[in-house]
């Protein structure tokens, strides 16, 4: 195999293709790229078994061939040719020995192995297909990535789910705690069975994907396939099945209350630093039009309160309390001039949704239970 490359083409490749390594693995092979070369076009692949990359790119070949060479090695030589004047690499393997060459004398060289030995990637050729636009995909994940979890004993609420039915794709995500749902419309669109997508492959696909790209998601029962023009991403799917999440949304409302979004969490900044450092607990106090935001901390000894014009309907008083961290996270999302929040009781569950047409997103919030003074 023998080709020559722009450095920066390759950088860009090989920083794709590498968050597929495993930081450390017991199966040398996976600690590997492969990359083979038919006529003017390089594939670079990598795998950990769960998650594997495959990036093509055009490349001046010279000699067709395949070879398995160290990731990190590789990866780490090439980046760091930073000299401006080197602006193309050329690698020549043969018997296995990669020579890669930057400049007259500017040389290296790797020992690799037999490519037959990299694990083959899935085939997923009848699965159940969708197409998105890049930038589709990213609103779906942007609103509900943030409320994935981490618990380790229950994955199949670490990831996403990605659900197409009645004309709408829709992407859901919850850690029991918090809730975000997005959706678009899509005449066609259909998965007749939702499926659960690691984080860590959703924040891969939106990195190398160009905002105007089309990207083509084909399911099986066990893995997905994001595929772009220079870029294939499959991963195996978290087993489900996801929880029952429309069961715990509310679709009646004893009181709402609207308030300008960037107030609402400023004044939550205002206050949310005299809370308690693990629960991160403020306390909403409606009275009329009138919000009160209030933290304390009894085990330092001091509190904050900040109050804001708001439109409150609902009869009384009304007292409820909130991980502000997880709140302004929220409104951080909202991206409207103004936030509409639903409830009913002081531990039911809180909707938030942005005010405006044709939004397609929502949040939900689960309350502190408030201890009174």
């Known amino acids: 195999m023998k080709f020559s490359i722009d450095k920066t083409v390759l950088q860009n490749v090989l920083k794709s293709a590498i968050t597929a390594v495993p930081n450390k693995s017991t199966i040398q092979v996976l600690n590997n790229f492969s990359l083979r070369l038919e006529g003017n076009f390089l594939e670079v692949s990598a795998t950990d078994l769960d998650l594997g990359i495959r990036v093509k790119v055009e490349v001046q070949g010279e000699r067709d061939g395949a070879v398995v060479i160290n990731a990190r090695k590789f990866s780490d030589l090439i980046n760091n040719l930073v000299d401006p004047s080197i602006t193309t690499i050329s690698l020549d393997v043969q018997d296995y020995l990669a020579k890669i060459q930057w400049s007259e004398r500017g040389k290296a060289s790797i020992t690799g192995f ?188 001091g509190d904050s309160r900040e109050a804001l014009a708001v439109t409150h309907n609902g009869e009384g008083s009304f007292c409820i309390g909130f991980n502000g961290q997880y709140l302004s996270e929220i409104l951080g999302l909202s991206k409207s001039e103004e936030i509409v929040m639903k409830m009913n009781a002081p531990i039911g569950a809180c909707v938030i949704e942005p005010v405006g047409e044709n939004m397609g997103f929502s949040f939900l919030l689960m309350p502190l239970r408030l201890v009174e003074d």
Do not use: W
């Open 114 to 301: 037999d490519a037959s030995d990299f694990p083959p990637f899935p085939e997923i050729e009848n699965g159940e297909t969708l197409n998105l636009a890049a930038s589709e995909l990213a609103f779906l994940a942007e609103k509900t990535l943030f409320a994935t979890s981490t618990d380790s004993t229950r994955l199949n609420l670490n990831g996403v789910y990605l659900e197409a039915k009645d004309g709408k794709i829709s992407m859901v995500a919850t850690d029991g705690h918090r809730l975000g749902r997005a959706s678009i419309d899509q005449e066609g669109a259909n998965l007749e069975n939702g499926v659960i997508i690691p984080k860590k492959v959703m924040q891969h696909i939106l990195h190398i994907a160009k905002s105007d790209a089309n990207i083509e998601i084909r399911t099986s029962a066990t893995h997905i396939l994001f595929n772009t023009d220079s870029t294939q991403v499959i991963s195996k799917l978290y087993e489900g099945p996801y929880p029952n999440y429309r069961a715990v949304i509310p679709q009646n409302f004893e009181r709402t209350m609207q308030a300008n979004t960037l107030e609402l969490q400023n004044k939550i900044r205002s206050v949310i630093s005299m809370a308690n450092a693990r629960t991160r607990q403020i306390r909403l106090q409606m009275d009329g039009n009138n919000l009160e935001l209030s933290a304390t901390d009894p085990d330092v000894g």
